[in-house]
């Protein structure tokens, strides 16, 4: 069962975002964010109230990633600030893989909820029976 995308139960939960992104676009932003995170039966994330608040997280990221949060905060911790000019400069330490998802609030969000899905998967495949030589 897929994820529907409900914008009012969206704008709730990213009021920041609500002037910035029509419903029209959030709504082309979740189909977007299917790239990202299957919205099948065959996700990774089978638990679709779950994979909703993923896919949201993940329409939050891409709208701010087109520039329509232009006030987001700032990802991870402040090393240098200065004050004539402004000038603010942050760190955060990830992996290369989720260099792209940490350029917003939103994509750190999905990266840290996405973390137990990124694990190593055993899947047995069937056993296999070994006969000795000469064995019937």
Request: proline share 7%.
């Amino acid at each position: 069962m897929a994820a529907v995308f409900d914008y009012a139960a969206w704008g709730a939960r990213y009021p920041e975002l609500v002037d910035k992104v029509p419903e029209p676009l959030a709504a082309a932003l979740f189909v977007e964010a299917g790239l990202f995170l299957s919205n099948s039966d065959g996700s990774i994330v089978q638990d679709v109230p779950t994979r909703l608040v993923i896919l949201n997280m993940i329409v939050a990221h891409l709208a701010a990633l087109q520039g329509r949060a232009s006030d987001a905060p700032i990802v991870g911790r402040i090393n240098s600030a200065t004050e004539g000019s402004v000038t603010v400069q942050a760190q955060y330490e990830a992996s290369k893989s989720a260099q792209w998802w940490l350029q917003t609030p939103y994509g750190a969000s999905a990266w840290q909820a996405l973390r137990p899905y990124r694990t190593f998967r055993y899947v047995p495949g069937t056993p296999r029976v070994m006969q000795p030589y000469g064995w019937r």
